[in-house]
Every structure is written in structure tokens, then in C-alpha cells.
């Protein structure tokens, strides 16, 4: 332990422009003994915005945990060690106080330190391809770094796979050392060509110091990879699902799921529900079960009971978890379950015209005319797509992400809002965005910016700054757009409009009998019809927030098609008849582009298990499957000696942008230079290829091969006994050449027909070359 006296800390402040500041803290190792990984946490009340020669771990409330940088993690005596940070606001009035480093109080403390959160350590669940010699890894997360060794023991427990058959059971304990978050477990398991379906065993932690476990058990599902030479498994799909939440008591929500065919089997799987933001208990009630398809079945329900209330609040979520399969395969073993508030502060007045569904100028979650919004401005890399579902727009970068409320279930989507921040404070002129998508963890009233449009309004440096903003008019004189979403149909159809100069309230159709029915929105900014509209034409009428109104006839209702109006919505009321001009260009369709990112990895010796696994990715999301072949093909690494050949092709479902593909490699002990191969992309569909070939570059691990390792070499050895007392004899140990590195070895006597304390003393110890 060092001697925390020996230890001094100090806070310089360089410059402080009233708006911000920038400062520096020294640590000076005054003592005899070496400061190794240092961790300091202080108490300061001001926001860090940009720091250099270290990291910010966390922050607690007004508490900071900085860890070193690579370079300078360890202090020597009589050296000190620095790092420099900007901060907001300025006028800085504060120092930073109660000081520990690595864990010890430097100094007296000037207020109780602040209560640190015990870490929780939890474990993921994990899927992977039975194969021949594959491996299950888990990932053990701790909740926040900790300035404390965190320990956690493991093991593994078969479930429907069985340890020695299916899996090669592990137990252990994992170290964190101050600082990190994440180790993985690694799991060996033992393929065969049975066609079964998919096993389940689990990783289980306990016995955890300096920390508490929050998940204990980790699931890993073997996916059986073997083909029946009768029938195939069937495959299980469920889909996200969302509800309206209601306004009291407990509703039993119905979850579809569905088999890709009929099966002759008994088909079974588990099934219970976890927290996200939507709580067990307060929002719905927790449910767990067994679903079971008798033969020749192909559907089935999940019932989940949800609690609905009064509150207005932003929408939430919970999962639906998927585990157990039998004779059966799951798509995707995860499903969101999203409830939608349904709740306002206070309801709309009823309104004589039924069309007028506008803006009371009383909803807190609808953005009205006129009136000035404040709140803080955030930044990201923005492209114009996202739950807007609109089309990315490269050439035009001016576009934000509203804060959950204000999105109010996509009602925010195509606004365009007036943001002014510190630039316009000094001058500048406000920046027009267009919303585009919808930021889950702003606040009201925040705004998360393009980064071309944050920069007009406040240096990126500053991070988040205060903004006030409102609606404006983008003067579009061009008609609003129709445009019905890919697999629209008869039965099932869903519209969204492009191009409007005002938020749109509400779309409605006409029905044979005359009647208006409205259409559900989504948070995706499309309005649905679950049962459809029919085969059309069909007359919709759209309603912005003013209550204005557009009714168009003779619309057919076909999956991609784009329809123009005649007419647009002003924000003077009046609705503009612009019949003479022609629609709004509207971007070209964006294709996803798929790419494959390089990887490297370490060898290993011969009978380890390396894995390459290379990133597939696509652009975005689509709302097409998406197809795609690849195989690998050798550089410098030989397929069959060096890794696995692999091929086949992947799939990615509506809204999924990620795919691994893992490539087994076979290591050995030879020396060698690094060796590469590639994973090629082919044939696409839905999609093009932007990065047809990834590289992996499989890193030797063993001696180089420019400098052999030297050879030990020691000789029996005899001597006179002689007639008393203890001598020391003196054994001679030769290298066969001088090396650059230091060489060291252990060494230990055993006995034979001399015994230890009566015929010479019991020795050993190291034995260290020095370079040369």
C-alpha cells in the first residue's frame, strides 16, 4: 500500500472565458515506491467536456472517476504525472475536493465522499453454430468500472446439452482489475452430424467480491447446423409488437407466434418477460411459460398482462425471451414489446368539424405555432434516415432527433424547427432542421443535432449546450405526397406524408358507407389500417395540427406507390392550392450497402480454437430481407491448414443491420509471419455490396524466427565429499549463444541415494541471464 502522505495532488486552472474553462491536474509521487495504474476519483460540479492524457471512466452525480492513459499509468518516484481537461460552465469558483487515489482518501476530506455504487456483474446470453469444434463466449459485464479487483467465480451447467456430449464443462473465476468492465468466458463445445434440435446449457456466477451479481446466468444455445434428410426442423417467428397502453386496470395483451410449416412433432419452447424501461410490477406483470404446438399446429399466443393509467409519459419497452427449443429453430430469440402511451395532460375539446383533430394549446407533447421552446442542444452523425423512416439525405446534412415527448409517437416527423444556441446569442443566424428521428434520452424541450447543424449553432468542443428553438413554415409550395409502404396490400396497409409544411394530427379513409375511419399511427411515422383498405381507389383526408385539412380522391393504395395532392398546408390556416405545380423531387430511394469490416486475431497453438469474426453490415435498415453469399478465400493463410474454409449465405431480416461470420482457424507452434485471408461477398439481393472483401490477419504467436532461442545446456557434475562442515559447490550453466533478451529459468534439487539435510541442503531458486 502506498504511503498516501507521499502523494500530492494539485488543480491548476489555466484560463476561464466565462462560458467555460480549462484546467490541469498534477499528481507528484513524492515517496519511495512506484504508483502503478493510477485511478483518481474527485468531487467537482462542473461538466467535463473534453479531456486529454487520461479518461473518464464514470461520473456519479458530482463525482468523477479519471483512469490514466496508456502512457502514463505508472508514476515513479520523485516524477509526477498530468492531465488537462475543459469544463463548463466558467466563473469557476470550485476546486476539485475529496480526492481518492486508487482507492486511498488523499488529503481531508472536505465533505463525506460521495456513496459509490456497489458494481453489478451480470452475464449475456449467447448463440452460436453446433459445427464441428465451435465455441459458446459469454460476455461477464460489470455495471460500471470499479477502483477495487473485482472477482466472480464460474461454471457451467448443462441443460437440455449435456457436459462431455454437447459441451466441454468449465468452472473458474474471473479477475477485473481496476478499471475494466468486461471479460469473456469461452466455452468449447463437441459438434455431431445428429439432426436434433437446438440445446441449451447456462454459465452461472457466483461468489462475487467487491461486487454484486445483478444476472447470474448466462444462457448459450448450440443452433443445431445438420440436415434431416426427411423433413427440415420448422422455424419459429415472432415479431415486435406494440399496444396502446390504456388508461387503468390490467389487459391481457395476445402475442402471435408462428411456425414456418407444420411439423409431425411434439414442438415446445420456454418463454418469460425482462425489464427495460417498462418495469414488472408497475407496467405489466412478469409471465413466464411453456408454449407448446401439437402436431400439425402453426400458430400459437403468449398472453402478457399489461397496467394501464393516466400518466403521460414517453413509450416504453420490455422483452419477450425465447429459450429451450425443441424440434423446433428460433429466428430471433428476443422480441421487444413496446407500450404506447395513449395519455395527455388534458383531452382536446370536442370539435363540431370532425376533421379537426389540431392543436389544442394545451398538449405538452405536441409542438404548437408560435410558441418558444428551451431546453439543451446534443450532437451526432445524423444522415437523414432514422424512426422518421424517411430516406437518407447525403447532400443535405441540416436535420435533428426530438426528444421522445415532443416526437409524440412520430407526430414530430417532417417538422421544421427554428434553433438558435451560443452562436446566435453572439450574432449568428438561427439554423433551420428538419426532424428526421427521435432521441429516447433527451429530455423536453432537447434537440439532438446533425453535427453540420450543431456546429452553426456552438462549437462541437462545448458538447451540450442550452438552445431555445420553434416551428416555422419551410414555405413548400409543392403539394403533399402519399406514399404507401412496401407490403401494403388490401388486408393490411399503412401510408405516410411527405413534404408537409405543418405536423400532420391525424390521416383517415373513407369507407364504402360513407364513414371516416382513422388510422392508427406508428411510431415509425407510418398511419396503418390492420384489416386494410381495400383494392381501391380510395379518398384519405389528412389533418395537420391547426385542424386544416387535405381530402384527395382516387387514390390506389399499392405497395411503394407515390401519390401527389394538390394542395399543401400553410401555417396561416388557409389551406395553398397548388394544382399547376409539379410534386417535390423526392430523394432517390436509398439502396443498403453492405460491406464487410477486417479483423485480426491470435493464432494460438496447435488444438486451440481461434475465431475470425468478420462484421457484415449493412448501410441501414431495410424493410426487405436482405441476402447475401460469401465465402473465404486464402492469401498467405492456406484454407485447411492454417483456418476453416467457410461459405453459405446470410440473411437479414427487416430491420436487422448486423451479421457475424465465423471463421475457425487451426493453430500451431511454428514460427512464421503473419498470414492473411479474406471473406468475399457475392451476389447480393435487396441490397449492393459498398465492401466486397474483408481481411483477417491472423497475428503469430510464436518465438521469432530472427532470433532463435539459445540453448541451456548443464553437465553431471562430481566432487570430493571431504571429512566436515558445509562447502558450497559451484554447477556451471551455459547458454549456446548470447541473446537480446533477459533469459531466465527455475531450478531444484531432488533427492537420490544422497538424502537432503543429512548429505547436502535442499536448494532452489532462478537463475537469470542478463542480455548478453
Not at 355 to 384: D, H, L, V
Not at 488 to 505: D, F, G, K, M
Request: aromatic letters at 6%; charged letters at 20%.
Amino acid at each position: 500500500m502506498m504511503n498516501t502522505s507521499a502523494l500530492d495532488i494539485n488543480f491548476k486552472l489555466n484560463s476561464d472565458w466565462g462560458d467555460g474553462f480549462s484546467s490541469k491536474i498534477s499528481i507528484a509521487n513524492k515517496g519511495k515506491q512506484e504508483l502503478e495504474d493510477w485511478i483518481l476519483k474527485f468531487e467537482f460540479p462542473y461538466e467535463i467536456t473534453k479531456i486529454w492524457n487520461a479518461e473518464i471512466v464514470s461520473r456519479v452525480g458530482n463525482q468523477y472517476t479519471i483512469r490514466h492513459a496508456s502512457w502514463n499509468s505508472n508514476i515513479s518516484p520523485g516524477a509526477n504525472a498530468s492531465f488537462g481537461f475543459i469544463a463548463t460552465p466558467g466563473n469557476v469558483t470550485t476546486k476539485p475536493s475529496n480526492y481518492i487515489l486508487n482507492g486511498e482518501v488523499i488529503g481531508t476530506p472536505s465533505s463525506p465522499p460521495t456513496p459509490q455504487p456497489t458494481p453489478q456483474i451480470s452475464v449475456g446470453d449467447v448463440s452460436v453454430i453446433e459445427g464441428d469444434d465451435s465455441v459458446a463466449q459469454f460476455k461477464v459485464k460489470l455495471s460500471e468500472a470499479s477502483d477495487k479487483t473485482v472477482e466472480v467465480k464460474y461454471s457451467t451447467l448443462g441443460e437440455t446439452a449435456v457436459a462431455g456430449k454437447d459441451f466441454r464443462g468449465v468452472s473458474g473465476q474471473l479477475k477485473f482489475d481496476p478499471g475494466e468492465t468486461e471479460k469473456i468466458v469461452s466455452v468449447k463445445l463437441k459438434g455431431d452430424r445428429q439432426v436434433e434440435a437446438d440445446e441449451t446449457f447456462t454459465l452461472k456466477l457466483s461468489q462475487p467480491k467487491n461486487a454484486e451479481i445483478a444476472e447470474a446466468e448466462g444462457v448459450a444455445t448450440i443452433i443445431d447446423d445438420d440436415q434431416s434428410s426427411t423433413q427440415p426442423l420448422p422455424q419459429l417467428s415472432i415479431e415486435d409488437f406494440s399496444f396502446q397502453e390504456g388508461d387503468s386496470g390490467s389487459t391481457n395483451q395476445q402475442i402471435s407466434v408462428k411456425l414456418s410449416e407444420a411439423s409431425n412433432e411434439k414442438i415446445s419452447l420456454n418463454y418469460t418477460t425482462a425489464n427495460g424501461t417498462a418495469k414488472a410490477g408497475s407496467d405489466y406483470t412478469a409471465t413466464s411459460g411453456t408454449l407448446t404446438f401439437e402436431p400439425g399446429e402453426t400458430t400459437g399466443t403468449i398472453e402478457v398482462p399489461v397496467s394501464g393509467d393516466n400518466k403521460v409519459e414517453a413509450d416504453e419497452t420490455f422483452t419477450l425471451k425465447l429459450t429451450n427449443p425443441k424440434n423446433v429453430t428460433i429466428g430471433d430469440s428476443q422480441v421487444k414489446i413496446t407500450i404506447l402511451n395513449d395519455d395527455t395532460n388534458s383531452p382536446p375539446p370536442v370539435d363540431s368539424n370532425p376533421g379537426n383533430q389540431g392543436n389544442t394549446g394545451n398538449n405538452p407533447t405536441q409542438i404548437e405555432p408560435g410558441k418558444t421552446y428551451s431546453g439543451e442542444g446534443t450532437f451526432y452523425g445524423a444522415t437523414g434516415a432514422g424512426h422518421c423512416s424517411f430516406n437518407a439525405t447525403p447532400n443535405n446534412r441540416m436535420v435533428a432527433a426530438m426528444n421522445a415527448v415532443q416526437y409524440n409517437k412520430s407526430q414530430a416527423c417532417g417538422a421544421y424547427v427554428e434553433v438558435s444556441g451560443p452562436k446566435q446569442e453572439a450574432g449568428a443566424e438561427p439554423v433551420v432542421v428538419r426532424i428526421t428521428d427521435e432521441c429516447p434520452e433527451c429530455q423536453p424541450g432537447d434537440i439532438d443535432l446533425s453535427t453540420e447543424a450543431f456546429k452553426l449553432i456552438a462549437n462541437p468542443v462545448d458538447g451540450r449546450v442550452p438552445i431555445s428553438w420553434n416551428l416555422v413554415n419551410p414555405n413548400l409550395t409543392s403539394p403533399i405526397i402519399y406514399h404507401f409502404k412496401e407490403g401494403s396490400n388490401p388486408y393490411w396497409t399503412a401510408v405516410q406524408i411527405r413534404n408537409h409544411n405543418t405536423p400532420i394530427a391525424s390521416v383517415e379513409f373513407q369507407k364504402d358507407n360513407g364513414q371516416w375511419e382513422a388510422m392508427e399511427r406508428k411510431p415509425y411515422n407510418y398511419f396503418v389500417e390492420p384489416t386494410g383498405v381495400g383494392s381501391g381507389p380510395i379518398t384519405l383526408r389528412v389533418t395537420d395540427i391547426n385542424g386544416e385539412t387535405i381530402t384527395d380522391s382516387g387514390i390506389n393504395p399499392i405497395a411503394g406507390n407515390e401519390v401527389s395532392s394538390s394542395e399543401q398546408f400553410p401555417l396561416d390556416g388557409e389551406v395553398a392550392d397548388t394544382p399547376s405545380l409539379p410534386p417535390i423531387p423526392q430523394p432517390t430511394p436509398q439502396i443498403p450497402q453492405l460491406s464487410v469490416e477486417d479483423v485480426s486475431v491470435i493464432e494460438g497453438d496447435r488444438g486451440s480454437n481461434g475465431v475470425a469474426q468478420f462484421m457484415v453490415q449493412l448501410s441501414e435498415a431495410s424493410d426487405k430481407k436482405v441476402w447475401v453469399k460469401y465465402s473465404t478465400l486464402g492469401e498467405t493463410a492456406v484454407a485447411g491448414k492454417d483456418f476453416r474454409k467457410a461459405s453459405g449465405r446470410l440473411k437479414f431480416d427487416p430491420g436487422e443491420t448486423e451479421k457475424i461470420v465465423s471463421v475457425k482457424l487451426k493453430g500451431d507452434r511454428q514460427v512464421e509471419a503473419d498470414e492473411t485471408f479474406t471473406l468475399e461477398l457475392s451476389k447480393p439481393k435487396n441490397a449492393e455490396i459498398a465492401e466486397a472483401v474483408g481481411v483477417a490477419t491472423i497475428i503469430d504467436d510464436d518465438q521469432s524466427s530472427t532470433s532463435p532461442l539459445p540453448k541451456i545446456s548443464i553437465g553431471d557434475f562430481s566432487f570430493q565429499e571431504g571429512d566436515s562442515g558445509s562447502t558450497n559447490q559451484q554447477i556451471s550453466v551455459k547458454l549456446s549463444e548470447a541473446s537480446n533478451k533477459e533469459i531466465s529459468l527455475k531450478y531444484k534439487t531432488a533427492n537420490g541415494t544422497a538424502k537432503a539435510g543429512s548429505d547436502y541442503t535442499a536448494t532452489s531458486g532462478t537463475l537469470t541471464f542478463e542480455p548478453g
